[in-house]
């Protein structure tokens, strides 16, 4: 399984990022493919989720109403839109897959990741 997330970088508070994550899991089997996201010091935390097949999304409570989670059957691809951003926003964003909902079990390895930088 391939799990390749791209899209980080550094932006200003209030600023908006989209995330992408390309992966090679077999989508039409039931998975449901999240986001996640370790900050300096901390541990990885659940961020949002997508059921491939039907598109119902979950999130946690730091980013409802600022983050959105999508997919694209046609690439592969799970994008997490993030607006509003904030400096606790601040973390190496990484992609999995699970079966767990609402919450998002990780399933497998945990690739590179691609890190957010919010400025104050």
């Known amino acids: 399984v391939r799990l390749v997330e791209s899209g980080g970088g550094l932006v200003q508070a209030g600023g908006s990022l989209t995330l992408s994550c390309v992966n090679s899991v077999r989508t039409d089997n039931g998975w449901i493919i999240g986001w996640f996201r370790q900050a300096p010091g901390k541990e990885r935390e659940f961020v949002a989720g997508?059921?491939?097949?039907?598109?119902?999304?979950t999130y946690s409570e730091p980013v409802k109403g600022r983050f959105t989670i999508s997919r694209s059957y046609a690439k592969d691809t799970t994008y997490l839109q993030m607006t509003n951003l904030k400096p606790e926003d601040t973390a190496v964003y990484y992609c999995?897959?699970?079966?767990?909902?609402?919450?998002?079990?990780?399933?497998?390895?945990w690739g590179q990741g691609t890190q957010v930088t919010v400025s104050s």
């Open positions: 997508i059921k491939w097949l039907s598109g119902m999304t």
């Open positions: 999995n897959a699970g079966v767990t909902w609402p919450t998002v079990t990780p399933r497998f390895p």
